[in-house]
């Protein structure tokens, strides 16, 4: 041991070099024991602030995540208000269902061009033969005009040809 090259070669040991290497010894341990227990809390220490700036940076990003959960939840929200729900979709639906049905049966009374083009050709035959009898009547009604004025002419003539005759007879002729 150390303690024992400071003790003379002389001399054998008594209480009092024992208890002085004792104390020696002892107090050596301390320090020892100081030393390592002072590394020991420095170096927990250094852990502690380490596993504080840890736990600081795992919070801060913990905490951002969070911040975007909320934001993203909080845009889902808005897209679900502006979302139908199901009872209003099956409402709605329901309604163009029944239009869709109306405008399906109103189709069935449509005529198609075949039978619009066999109507309309009546309808243009029809329209002919009307226009012929009002020509044919405004015709003859224009021909007995002038047959009715012909017989006015005449009967006009008729008239001054008896009233010269008349007259003829009343001075003297007669």
Same mark, same amino acid.
């Not at 054998?12 to 104390?23: A, F, I, K, N, R």
């Not at 208000?81 to 099956?90: H, K, P, Q």
């Given at each position: 041991?150390?303690?024992?090259?400071?003790?003379?070669?002389?001399?054998?040991?008594?209480?009092?070099?024992?208890?002085?290497?004792?104390?020696?010894?002892?107090?050596?341990?301390?320090?020892?024991?100081?030393?390592?227990?002072?590394?020991?809390?420095?170096?927990?220490?250094?852990?502690?602030?380490?596993?504080?700036?840890?736990?600081?940076?795992?919070?801060?990003?913990?905490?951002?995540?969070?911040?975007?959960?909320?934001?993203?939840?909080?845009?889902?929200?808005?897209?679900?208000?502006?979302?139908?729900?199901?009872?209003?979709?099956?409402?709605?639906?329901?309604?163009?269902?029944?239009?869709?049905?109306?405008?399906?049966?109103?189709?069935?009374?449509? &005529?198609?061009?075949?039978?619009?083009?066999?109507?309309?050709?009546? &309808?243009?035959?029809?329209?002919?033969?009307?226009?012929?009898?009002?020509?044919?009547?405004?015709?003859?009604?224009?021909?007995?005009?002038?047959?009715?004025?012909?017989?006015?002419?005449?009967?006009?003539?008729?008239?001054?040809?008896?009233?010269?005759?008349?007259?003829?007879?009343?001075?003297?002729?007669?």
């Amino acid at each position: 041991m150390e303690n024992e090259a400071e003790m003379p070669e002389n001399q054998g040991w008594t209480v009092e070099s024992l208890q002085v290497t004792m104390d020696q010894q002892i107090a050596g341990l301390e320090r020892e024991l100081d030393q390592r227990f002072t590394a020991l809390k420095t170096d927990l220490e250094h852990q502690f602030e380490a596993a504080q700036r840890a736990g600081s940076a795992a919070m801060a990003a913990t905490n951002e995540r969070l911040a975007g959960m909320n934001e993203f939840r909080d845009a889902l929200k808005d897209s679900q208000a502006n979302n139908v729900s199901r009872d209003e979709y099956i409402s709605g639906l329901s309604g163009l269902q029944a239009q869709i049905t109306t405008l399906g049966e109103q189709q069935r009374s449509f &005529l198609t061009r075949g039978e619009y083009a066999a109507g309309h050709s009546s &309808l243009d035959e029809k329209i002919t033969a009307l226009t012929d009898r009002m020509n044919k009547s405004e015709g003859l009604l224009a021909g007995g005009a002038m047959t009715r004025g012909n017989m006015f002419a005449a009967l006009a003539a008729l008239g001054v040809v008896i009233g010269i005759v008349v007259t003829l007879f009343k001075w003297g002729l007669g």
